[in-house]
């Protein structure tokens, strides 16, 4: 079993990207109904905020932590050995699985240009890849119509990985209402069709280390990014100092 703590609101599972990435192929092989969240700050405190969306969340069959300040907490809280999930990496990591074993993957969110150059990149990069798959939904809510007959559109294209990129709480909330609807895997990975699709520069890896992905991120999209971060970050950090004193006087 994986081991996993609370923080903040959710649960954050301390796996590292080759196991996680065996565990949803092998989901994939059997045809299982699953999804996947990649948790960050962000995630954390809507969660928090949300309880609708917590439960959301916590029903996840596995969350990776994505962001470095939950890598920190999970070893703050003693999982030392954690380590980063970035959705990005595990998208790809999760191709390369695909191509091996066979598995079509499929694309769902973002837009058609995007989906375009994505879909290229990765062919590219995998060339026996299948990409059984690919759509752009309305920046809307989908009629029961068009929700019905997406879901039919997934199931007949055979994928057993689909990865959703319609970004945090979005994507979550769709994985939730389509598990019991679609025989595959899910997988939330938020700006990773940007990123491998050429839309967003990857963050340094300087910076990654340095828990700085949020603030390069700020320098690329500040107008889309500012509220989220001012909002979030510091509450983020008071939350779990909260978190840590009353788990070190639990422990007294």
């Not at 969240?37 to 809507?46: F, R």
């Not at 752009?136 to 039919?152: G, I, K, M, N």
């Not at 828990?211 to 500012?226: A, D, I, M, N, V």
Request: glycine share 6%; proline share 7%.
């Amino acid at each position: 079993m994986t081991p996993s703590r609370h923080i903040v609101a959710i649960r954050v599972d301390a796996v590292d990207l080759d196991a996680a990435a065996r565990v949803i192929s092998d989901w994939a092989r059997h045809a299982e109904s699953k999804y996947v969240c990649a948790a960050n700050v962000h995630m954390a405190m809507e969660a928090r905020d949300r309880p609708a969306f917590r439960a959301i969340v916590n029903g996840a069959d596995l969350i990776v932590p994505d962001g470095m300040p939950l890598v920190w907490m999970l070893r703050l809280l003693g999982l030392r050995r954690a380590t980063r999930v970035r959705g990005p990496d595990l998208m790809l990591a999760l191709c390369r699985e695909a191509e091996a074993a066979r598995l079509p993957i499929g694309l769902y969110g973002s837009t058609e240009e995007t989906l375009r150059d994505l879909a290229g990149a990765l062919r590219e990069r995998f060339p026996d890849l299948e990409i059984a798959y690919q759509h752009a939904p309305p920046f809307r809510p989908l009629t029961p119509e068009e929700d019905r007959a997406a879901t039919r559109e997934i199931r007949a294209s055979g994928a057993r990985i689909l990865f959703v990129g319609l970004g945090c709480p979005k994507q979550e909330a769709w994985m939730a209402g389509h598990r019991d609807r679609l025989p595959l895997a899910q997988v939330g990975v938020g700006a990773a069709f940007d990123i491998h699709g050429g839309r967003l520069p990857a963050c340094p890896k300087v910076l990654e280390s340095a828990g700085l992905e949020w603030l390069f991120r700020l320098s690329q999209e500040p107008g889309r990014l500012w509220r989220r971060y001012a909002r979030h970050n510091p509450r983020f950090v008071a939350a779990c100092l909260r978190q840590l004193v009353a788990d070190r006087d639990a422990s007294e």
